[in-house]
């Protein structure tokens, strides 16, 4: 008589890191001073600067992360100045 295989246990899942939610400010260049806030209740996003007091609001949904609104208002901003440059 042989004995039972035994099933093998599965591999342990992987964590994701955290994403940050202090980032560098765009405008005034101070590390750690931009922080974002997601606001559920009424669907908005802030990133506001510490330093400088800049700051940057967007419309959000569920699976809005702090990144994405840092990420938003940098895209906005080389949009801004893509368009200065073209205009002068």
């Known amino acids: 008589m042989g004995k039972r295989k035994s099933t093998a246990k ?3 899942k992987k964590r ?3 994403l940050d939610t202090v980032f560098s400010c765009p405008f005034c260049n101070h590390g750690t001073s931009i922080e974002c806030r997601i606001d559920m209740k009424n669907l908005i996003g802030e990133a506001s600067c510490r330093i400088c007091q800049e700051s940057f609001s ?3 949904n569920a699976l809005t992360e702090p990144i994405d609104i840092y990420s ?3 895209d906005e901003c080389e949009r801004v100045n893509n368009l200065e440059d073209d205009g002068a």
Do not use: A, G
């Open 16 to 18: 994701m890191d955290k």
């Open 72 to 74: 938003e208002w940098i």
């Open 10 to 12: 599965p591999p342990p």
């Open 58 to 60: 967007m419309t959000i």
